[in-house]
C-alpha cells in the first residue's frame, strides 16, 4: 500500500506503512442526508515501532483485537478488547506498539458525528479509552469488509454501512446484540434483566443461569457463545458505561457507585480506572471541561 488514510508511516522509516486493508466511503445521498456516516475504514497488523497517524478531518475509533498499544494522546495504554476515541482535528497522535497489536479502525464523519460519538462515550476534546464489546468487534470487521466491497465492487451499500454504525450504539448501549444473527430467548431474558434497573442489580452467576433456566456451566458457555465475553464481564461493562452517564449528569463519585450497586467508593474507583482509563473523580472533572 503506498498511501494510507491513517497511517503515515513508521517513525523511524516513513516510507514503510503497516500490513493493512483499508478503504475510502463517499456517502450516498440517503446517507449525507442523515448527517452521519462511515467514512473511511480499515484493519492493520502492526509490528513493533511507532506509528505516526494523520490528523482526521472526521472522529476516529480503533478497536484492539489483540495485543496492546500506547497512544501518545494522553498517554493511554489500549488493550485487547478495548477501544480509543480520537476526536477531529487532534495533532500528532502516535501508536506505539512494544510487540505486537491487530486493530480495526474507522472514521465518522456527518454533523452528527459528535453527538453520535458522545453517546459511545466520547469527549470532544480529548482521547478517551474503554472497553469494547466482542459483537462491536465483530461489527468493526463488518464494517471493514462492507467498506472495502464499496471501494472496489460497489457489492455493499451505504445503508449496509449506516446499519453496521447504529449497531455498534445499539451494542455499546447494552441492547442486546448477537455475534451471529438474534439472541436466544434465554440469554436476551437475562441481558433485560440487568437492563431493567439501569444496572444498579448486581446479578451473581447462579442468578444469571436461575433466570434462563439452564444449568450454571451450560449458561456460561452459551453466554460467551452468543454475546462473545463472560456473563460477569459483560455486567460489569454496562455498570461502568451507566456510571460514565450519571458523573457526566453531575453525580458524585459515592452516589454513581450505589446507583451501579457498588457502594463501597475504593471498590468502584479501582474498577472504574480499570476499565476507563481514568479515575471517576479525573473523569467528572474532564467532562466539566466539556
Known amino acids: 500500500m503506498s498511501n494510507s488514510v491513517l497511517f503515515q508511516g513508521t517513525s523511524l522509516n516513513p516510507e514503510k506503512?503497516?500490513?493493512?486493508?483499508?478503504?475510502?466511503?463517499?456517502?450516498?445521498?440517503?446517507?449525507?442526508?442523515?448527517?452521519?456516516?462511515?467514512?473511511?475504514?480499515?484493519?492493520?497488523?502492526?509490528?513493533?515501532?511507532?506509528?505516526?497517524?494523520?490528523?482526521?478531518?472526521?472522529?476516529?475509533?480503533?478497536?484492539?483485537?489483540?495485543?496492546?498499544?500506547?497512544?501518545?494522546?494522553n498517554d493511554l495504554r489500549i488493550r485487547n478488547r478495548e477501544c480509543c476515541m480520537i476526536p477531529v482535528g487532534t495533532q500528532n497522535a502516535v501508536l506505539n506498539v512494544e510487540q505486537e497489536a491487530r486493530i480495526i479502525w474507522m472514521?465518522?464523519?456527518?454533523?452528527?458525528?459528535?453527538?453520535?460519538?458522545?453517546?459511545m462515550g466520547a469527549l470532544p476534546h480529548r482521547a478517551m479509552k474503554q472497553g469494547a464489546l466482542p459483537s462491536q468487534l465483530k461489527l468493526g470487521k463488518h464494517i471493514v469488509q462492507a467498506i472495502v466491497r464499496i471501494g472496489s465492487a460497489r457489492e455493499a451499500s451505504s445503508a449496509q454501512l449506516q446499519q453496521l454504525l447504529w449497531g455498534l450504539l445499539a451494542s455499546h448501549s447494552g441492547q442486546p446484540v448477537a455475534m451471529d444473527a438474534v439472541l436466544s430467548h434465554e440469554i436476551s431474558k437475562v441481558i433485560d434483566a440487568m437492563r431493567k434497573n439501569q444496572y444498579k442489580d448486581s446479578f451473581t452467576l447462579n442468578d444469571m443461569a436461575s433466570l434462563s433456566r439452564m444449568p450454571v456451566e451450560t449458561f456460561r458457555k452459551r453466554f460467551?457463545?452468543?454475546?462473545?465475553?463472560?456473563?460477569?464481564?459483560?455486567?460489569?461493562?454496562?455498570?461502568?458505561?451507566?456510571?460514565?452517564?450519571?458523573?457526566?449528569?453531575?453525580?458524585?463519585?459515592?452516589?454513581?457507585?450505589?446507583?451501579?450497586?457498588?457502594?463501597?467508593?475504593?471498590?468502584?474507583?479501582?474498577?472504574?480506572?480499570?476499565?476507563?482509563?481514568?479515575?471517576?473523580?479525573?473523569?467528572?472533572?474532564?467532562?466539566?471541561?466539556?
Open 224 to 290: 460467551v457463545s452468543e454475546v462473545g465475553m463472560p456473563p460477569q464481564s459483560y455486567q460489569l461493562f454496562c455498570k461502568m458505561e451507566r456510571a460514565k452517564t450519571l458523573l457526566k449528569d453531575g453525580m458524585t463519585v459515592r452516589q454513581a457507585g450505589v446507583e451501579v450497586g457498588m457502594e463501597d467508593p475504593y471498590h468502584f474507583s479501582k474498577t472504574f480506572k480499570n476499565i476507563v482509563g481514568m479515575s471517576p473523580s479525573h473523569y467528572t472533572k474532564t467532562t466539566l471541561r466539556q
Open 107 to 119: 472514521t465518522i464523519g456527518g454533523h452528527l458525528a459528535k453527538d453520535f460519538m458522545a453517546l
Open 17 to 73: 506503512l503497516p500490513v493493512s486493508v483499508e478503504a475510502i466511503h463517499n456517502p450516498d445521498a440517503l446517507a449525507s442526508a442523515s448527517g452521519l456516516w462511515i467514512s473511511s475504514a480499515g484493519s492493520a497488523m502492526l509490528t513493533q515501532g511507532e506509528y505516526p497517524l494523520r490528523q482526521q478531518e472526521d472522529w476516529l475509533l480503533i478497536m484492539c483485537q489483540n495485543g496492546t498499544f500506547q497512544l501518545s494522546t
